[in-house]
């Protein structure tokens, strides 16, 4: 499966931890073309698509996010709570957001700029196209 669950590069210092994500490297092997937040409370469900191009880096700023990858084949459930882990999803794979706590911010950072185009939105398509793809 298309997924890597990354460590992110972190410096300590007596006043803070400073967190980096660059891109084209291990820790994002793309270039960013863009990065959007998405605060949620518990209970809220987000996601439940797929992308054609796209790969994102998924990484929880705070709280608490279960992230579910599909491939069409099996299914893995990734827990996501700290700022030193990012969640690579690479194009072609169905994933959906459980937001686990109150006020979590789950921070995406993109390949590609939105494009309505590049989203596969129904599982049963999202199926079909997998195994035409076979």
């Not at 960013?32 to 054609?52: D, L, P, W, Y």
């Not at 109150?102 to 494009?115: A, F, P, R």
Request: hydrophobic content about 30%; proline content about 1%; aromatic content about 8%.
């Amino acid at each position: 499966m298309n997924i890597q669950l990354i460590e992110l590069n972190k410096i300590s210092e007596n006043n803070g931890v400073l967190t980096i994500t660059e891109e084209n490297t291990t820790n994002c092997p793309f270039k960013i073309s863009r990065v959007f937040h998405v605060h949620a409370n518990t209970g809220s469900q987000r996601g439940k698509h797929a992308h054609k191009e796209c790969s994102q880096l998924l990484i929880c700023n705070n709280g608490k996010v279960e992230v579910e990858c599909n491939n069409g084949i099996e299914v893995k459930t990734y827990i996501l709570d700290s700022l030193n882990y990012g969640l690579l999803i690479q194009p072609m794979i169905w994933s959906t957001q459980n937001y686990l706590i109150d006020n979590t911010i789950l921070t995406v950072i993109c390949s590609h700029l939105y494009k309505e185009e590049d989203y596969i939105r129904d599982y049963s398509e999202y199926l079909n196209i997998i195994k035409k793809n076979k």
